[in-house]
């Protein structure tokens, strides 16, 4: 028997916030050196960006963008990213090992941000640093004129303020890696403190405060309850950063991924809910899933670590994964787990956007090109409009090692008022097997089948590749029909599809 699917336009889960669609560039490797970065490209604008790498970025669809770190962002020193740039210090990037010439920094990725469309998330060093530096790159940023660093900036070449909205107090503070890292209640102290001082310069900032740097760190949990019980009234979000790969092989564990992010999405809300209620609060956080993807994390401890004291490159490659098509099916099914929580999620970032476990990748001087999740990305940015809807779905399930007995199809949908287009996002988790789906669309009325796309492959390890860098693409499911209110679909083995109905 086919799975089955309803669709029910009128109950819907909750509007879907831009911002989901954001993205990540760190200072970290090839992202903006040799990534979005690169005056002598035969590509490079006056300002030194490749606009390959633009139309891509835009192609992609991406809201807002975090930078500048990541790990990077705890030893920063945000100053010297600003002014002349022949006088900027070269320094030690501890974080990655590496050397950061301070070529682009705060205005130069602002001038880079207009040529994409994309919004700016700035994150605040609280590692190495505290409350006066966060009050000086917001005064830099947001202040038109008139004071020492609101002057400095116009005087750097930049007139208007950048009037950045979405501010992260810190990253990944929970993590014995992160510069600065301490206990739960010293980092939630200092947000606390810094997020009231950003405050008396803008009450209506919108403030991130450090969740868990994964579901796995031995202080999940209590680290977003003590966290939200010292910063509940100062901050609008808190956050949660998630990476996946398979583990020795177990490629069923793996396609279910996003089981795990439902979890750690619906463990994080009921840990805010209960400080609010203990609380009495009638203010909701929200979560900023501002650190998502796929990413060989195993790969970079066994290979691309560097760690010799006299060896700190400039833009070496690190963290540069290439995707699979099964990569790409599982990146999709996270997007699924995002959008099926827009209710409470309201911003994320897929970490990263360039060269860094990346959906765009480039080479010195030659061409720029997409990896396999660029698709998934790419046509859920443009598809999920609206509201996502409630749904209900019948599925057979498998057993994984990681999450016990898991549905084989995961599934949503949205649904958007203005376009009057509907749109079902669906993976089939089976190694083995082709499924077919029944989608029962009685109850959007009268409507046709638009698109049906799938990313599939004979083999699910295929990538693309400098040279190779058309090899997998986005296929038209020609199994796709409308009958008498009913969508019957193929849902090809290991496969991510995106239908549209309007
Ligand atoms: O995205 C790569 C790194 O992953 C980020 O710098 C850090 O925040 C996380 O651990």
Request: glycine share 8%; hydrophobic share 40%.
């Amino acid at each position: 028997t086919p799975a089955r699917l309803v669709i029910d336009p009128h109950f819907a889960v909750g509007p879907i916030n831009r911002r989901l669609f954001g993205s990540f560039v760190e200072h970290l490797g090839r992202c903006v050196y040799d990534g979005i970065y690169e005056p002598g490209h035969p590509s490079a604008d006056e300002h030194g960006y490749r606009t390959d790498v633009i139309d891509l970025v835009r192609e992609l669809g991406v809201s807002t963008i975090r930078y500048p770190g990541g790990n990077f962002v705890s030893g920063y020193r945000w100053e010297d990213g600003v002014g002349p740039v022949d006088e900027r210090p070269r320094r030690l990037d501890l974080a990655w090992h590496s050397t950061e010439t301070n070529e682009v920094g705060l205005d130069e990725f602002a001038v880079w941000l207009g040529k994409v469309g994309s919004e700016m998330m700035y994150a605040v060093n609280l590692g190495t640093r505290g409350v006066q530096e966060a009050l000086d790159v917001l005064e830099y940023a947001n202040i038109r004129s008139g004071t020492a660093l609101s002057d400095q900036r116009v005087a750097n070449g930049t007139p208007e303020p950048h009037n950045v909205r979405m501010w992260c107090l810190g990253n990944e503070m929970d993590g014995p890696w992160q510069l600065g890292h301490g206990t739960a209640l010293g980092y939630a102290e200092l947000a606390s403190k810094t997020a009231r001082a950003m405050r008396q310069i803008d009450p209506d900032l919108e403030l991130v405060v450090c969740g868990s740097s994964g579901a796995q760190m031995p202080t999940f949990g209590t680290w977003e309850r003590v966290v939200l019980e010292q910063t509940y009234d100062d901050v609008d979000f808190i956050s949660c950063h998630a990476y996946y790969e398979p583990v020795d092989g177990d490629y069923g564990s793996f396609l279910a991924s996003a089981v795990n992010m439902d979890r750690f999405i619906d463990s994080v809300v009921a840990t805010a809910d209960h400080v609010k209620a203990v609380r009495g609060s009638d203010k909701t956080i929200n979560i900023s899933f501002d650190e998502w993807n796929v990413w060989y994390q195993s790969r970079y401890h066994d290979v691309d670590r560097i760690t010799a004291v006299d060896k700190w490159p400039v833009a070496p490659r690190l963290l540069e994964d290439t995707y699979s098509v099964l990569d790409a099916v599982v990146f999709g099914n996270l997007m699924i787990s995002l959008i099926r929580h827009a209710d409470r999620v309201t911003a994320a970032s897929l970490a990263q956007l360039v060269n860094v476990i990346a959906p765009i990748m480039t080479e010195p001087g030659g061409p720029a090109w997409r990896q396999t999740t660029f698709y998934p990305f790419a046509v859920t940015s443009r598809l999920a409009r609206g509201v996502t809807l409630e749904l209900k779905l019948d599925c057979p399930t498998y057993q994984t090692a990681q999450y016990g007995e898991v549905p084989l199809v995961d599934a949503v949908a949205t649904c958007d008022a203005e376009s009057g287009e509907t749109s079902v996002f669906l993976v089939n988790r089976s190694l083995e097997e082709d499924i077919d789906i029944d989608i029962d669309v009685r109850l959007l009325g009268d409507i046709e089948l638009g698109t049906v796309q799938s990313l599939w492959d004979e083999d699910i390890h295929a990538t693309n590749t400098l040279h190779n860098p058309h090899r997998v693409g986005l296929r038209a499911n020609e199994s796709a029909r409308l009958e008498s209110g009913t969508v019957r679909v193929t849902l090809p083995r290991a496969s991510w599809t995106a239908l549209t109905l309007a």
